[in-house]
């Protein structure tokens, strides 16, 4: 279940905090591995039910005030909690990173025709776009942005809408990201973020390496890679 899985992430996330000295986050443009280690563990919290999340049965390390937006349809959710320097927005998707593939359908982004990302996962945040844009309004904290695997994907889609709707997106750490869309895609996302985009990566993980550049795919935002066996 969530735990086990939940567990086995926070893990990981210790592994990143403790392969990335300070020194080098600084050198990597203000990514810092405390704050990666904390929003890695709300990462690995998302999967666990709204009940279980805002009922204090979940550790969510120094988060508060945990509250879960269910999408107008289908089982995307996005658990917003607070910090002491401002808001989380935890993605959750419903798609699994292996439904990600090089041949599965895509579909153009309404403000760029020629950008290509996935269909199911363009779909899944067209239905969590208006409850979580109405859960963030008038949002006076800044909002950092996080999701692992295919909800790092989804996350990677919401940043980029939510600030383009005037949310205070400040941040936007991802943890196994696939590669989200075509290249072009790429180029308009680095155009039009204005939040750095630290993507963390480890070892061998084959996540990272879906859908594949030589069919037509492309990563964002700027890759932070740990040994996995340090």
Not at 111 to 122: F, T
Not at 194 to 210: K, L, M, N, Q
């Amino acid at each position: 279940g969530c735990a086990e899985w939940g567990r086995r992430l926070q893990v990981a996330a210790k592994k990143v905090a403790g392969s990335i000295p300070v020194a080098a986050s600084q050198a990597v443009g203000g990514f810092d591995p405390l704050r990666a280690t904390q929003l890695a563990k709300l990462a690995a919290a998302a999967p666990c039910s709204a009940s279980a999340l805002e009922g204090g049965k979940v550790d969510l390390g120094e988060a508060a005030s945990p509250r879960v937006v269910a999408a107008a349809s289908g089982d995307a959710t996005a658990l917003v909690a607070r910090v002491a320097d401002g808001v989380v927005v935890t993605l959750r998707s419903s798609i699994v990173s292996e439904a990600l593939a090089d041949d599965a359908e895509l579909v153009s982004l309404e403000a760029c025709a020629e950008c290509k990302v996935n269909k199911a996962l363009a779909a899944e945040w067209a239905t969590l776009r208006a409850p979580l844009v109405a859960a963030l309004a008038a949002q006076p904290h800044k909002v950092t942005v996080t999701g692992h695997g295919a909800s790092a994907a989804l996350a990677t889609l919401a940043a980029l809408d939510l600030a383009e709707a005037g949310v205070p997106v400040a941040e936007l750490v991802t943890f196994g990201e696939p590669r989200v869309g075509n290249p072009a895609f790429a180029a308009y996302y680095e155009d039009s973020a204005v939040y750095p985009h630290f993507r963390v990566t480890h070892g061998r993980d084959p996540v990272v390496h879906a859908p594949s550049a030589s069919a037509g795919f492309a990563h964002v935002g700027r890759e932070v890679f740990f040994n996995k066996a340090s």
